[in-house]
């Protein structure tokens, strides 16, 4: 999860929660060479970029939803891009979007 508000720190911080990597499967963010599990971020910008990191997972069907809704004030488009498929779909940003 990551959270973005005005006193929010753009680096790692001590509000930012590393990540304990397991032996099943791993959804995180990876930012400054961390492994973190939630940030706490300033406002979002229109260049900002959240990096996700899925490690050992099964296969299977998997379904991600993303809440855009604190990004509406300060950008007027936000992306899921898959670095896998290539597919980039756009966020809802009054919503949650789902991506399968």
């Known amino acids: 999860m990551a959270f973005f508000y005005a006193k929010g720190n753009a680096a790692v911080d001590r509000m930012d929660g590393d990540k304990m990597m397991n032996g099943s499967e791993n959804v995180f963010f990876t930012r400054d060479g961390r492994n973190l599990t939630f940030e706490h971020r ?14 050992n ?31 980039r779909t756009r966020l809802a940003l009054d919503s949650e979007t789902a991506y399968d």
Not at 46 to 52: F, H, I
């Open 57 to 87: 997972m099964r296969q299977t069907a998997y379904r991600f939803t993303v809440s855009a809704t604190q990004f509406g004030a300060t950008v007027d488009e936000a992306h899921l891009i898959d670095r896998v498929t290539g597919s």
């Open 42 to 55: 300033p406002m979002v910008q229109s260049a900002d970029t959240l990096q996700v990191r899925l490690t």
